[in-house]
């Protein structure tokens, strides 16, 4: 286990379809987060899991954004009915405490 | 609300020599940390350094050092000595005991050959 995996890398979607994404953090990590990133922006915070449980919510995530972490390992990040200001990367990241995140490389989505 | 401000969209520096890039943030919280996260072009973040506000010593980590002033709400970030894998983009985070960073709008770093 190196690190943090995202998959697909790169969704190239219709607009009102839906698209899911997953992350595997690492595996001793309790703590999983999702973040979009706009191009020009820095990361925004969208959710947060805490083994299964998850703790909070971004009211970036409305409600076409749904986010599980069914047995506390991987995480899967769906979004219903596309818009093209989904278009971002969507990034995964975890932790075991107050030190900094380990990223994944990020999915790509494209609304088009 | 916490915001975290880097003011300096792009900068360059000569390889070998020396960059600071600045950041501010606003907080009312005295307990708290601050991380300086690098983005090259592959997209993957990588921790450069983290800070506890707690801590008056500035981080140091080989070549990238900080320059924290808590009553000023400042963080930069010094990079000695700049080499060409140090371009990216570098983001100045934020974060307190709750869970969720937050994250400035990020400085391009280009370094010159």
């Known amino acids: 286990d190196t690190g943090v995996s995202q998959d697909p890398r790169h969704k190239i979607t219709k607009r009102g379809q839906n698209v899911t994404f997953r992350c595997d953090p690492i595996?001793?990590?309790?703590?999983l987060y999702w973040y979009r990133q706009t191009l020009g922006q820095g990361p925004e915070f969208l959710t947060y899991?805490?083994?299964?449980?998850?703790?909070?919510k971004s009211r970036l995530l409305s409600d076409r954004f749904s986010a599980e972490r069914p047995k506390g390992s991987f995480s899967t990040l769906e979004i219903q009915r596309t818009e093209q200001g989904d278009s971002a990367m969507y990034l995964c990241a975890s932790s075991s405490g107050s030190n900094g995140y380990t990223f994944g490389s990020g999915t790509r989505l494209t609304v088009v | 609300a916490q915001t975290v401000t880097q003011s300096q969209p792009e900068m360059s520096v000569q390889e070998a020599e020396t960059v600071t890039l600045s950041c501010t943030y606003d907080?009312?919280?005295?307990?708290?940390?601050l991380f300086w996260y690098k983005q090259p072009p592959s997209r993957q973040m990588i921790l450069v350094i983290r800070?506890?506000?707690?801590?008056?010593q500035n981080a140091t980590e080989n070549r990238f050092s900080v320059n924290f002033q808590k009553a000023a709400k400042s963080f930069s970030l010094k990079i000695s000595d700049s080499q060409l894998g140090d371009a990216a983009m570098y983001f100045c985070a934020y974060r307190w005991t709750g869970n969720q960073f937050y994250f400035g709008t990020g400085t391009s770093l280009t370094v010159i050959p």
């Open positions: 800070q506890e506000a707690y801590k008056q």
């Open positions: 595996s001793e990590h309790n703590r």
């Open positions: 899991f805490q083994n299964e449980a998850q703790l909070e």
């Open positions: 907080t009312s919280e005295s307990d708290y940390y």
